[in-house]
């Protein structure tokens, strides 16, 4: 079954405990990017990754990094969280062209910075 | 820069009718437009991708059409169901790799 995979799916840490959140694909997509959702704003993006080793910064990079050593794998690194970085997360993967091209996401992962 | 505006933010509807949903963005230099639906808890699923040069897409009970120009589309979905209550979101791609902009969405509640 096609899918992007993300964990952990619900996660309370507190301020400064760094932590990871993984998104891995299975569609063979080039293009992987990370969303945050929060009232009232809509979903931004954090950062993307067109391939392997290949990212850049989103509208709302600050606080967050990200790597693309493997094709199929996209995490998201927060090295010292704090309490605004409480959020619901997305992970989405696509097959670009001229534009992003149809996004996948994945279920999310719930946030909770103390 | 593009913005995105989905009104009504909430919508409750009796089961069997017939609704639209609208989405109207600034920038009409767009590549495609898709339309989501995330349910309470769960990721974004994708329910239709339409091209710039397409003016409609079907699939099933949902029908979405594309007025590029005016910078506005709509998502109609035909006899609703509860299973249909759930946040729909519309997404222009206006090209690169980070420029799907994405609006808050719309609320549907349909009720038995």
């Known amino acids: 079954e096609a899918q992007v995979t993300q964990n952990p799916r619900y996660l309370i840490t507190v301020t400064g405990k760094k932590l990871t959140v993984t998104c891995s694909q299975n569609?063979?997509?080039?293009?992987m990017s990370w969303y945050r959702q929060d009232p009232g704003l809509g979903l931004r993006q954090i950062y993307y990754?067109?391939?392997?080793?290949?990212?850049d910064k989103g509208d709302v990079p600050e606080g967050y990094k990200v790597s693309r050593k493997e094709k199929r794998n996209f995490p998201l690194i927060l090295e010292s969280p704090s309490p605004n970085q409480t959020s619901l997360y997305f992970c989405a993967s696509s097959t670009p062209g001229r534009s992003t091209g149809e996004l996948f996401f994945g279920e999310g992962s719930r946030l909770t910075v103390l | 820069k593009q913005e995105v505006t989905q009104i009504p933010a909430a919508l409750s509807v009796p089961e069997g009718e017939n609704l639209v949903l609208n989405c109207s963005f600034t920038?009409?230099?767009?590549?495609?437009l898709q339309w989501f639906r995330q349910d309470p808890g769960k990721g974004l699923t994708s329910l239709l991708l339409i091209q710039s040069s397409q003016r409609e897409q079907t699939s099933g009970r949902l029908n979405a059409s594309l007025d590029k120009s005016s910078g506005r589309s709509t998502l109609y979905i035909a006899a609703s169901q509860p299973g249909d209550s759930a946040t729909y979101l519309c997404a222009p791609d206006s090209g690169g790799y980070q420029k799907v902009t994405f609006g808050t969405g719309t609320k549907l509640q349909v009720i038995p």
């Open positions: 920038d009409s230099a767009i590549y495609n």
């Open positions: 990754s067109m391939n392997v080793e290949v990212t």
């Open positions: 569609m063979n997509h080039e293009y």
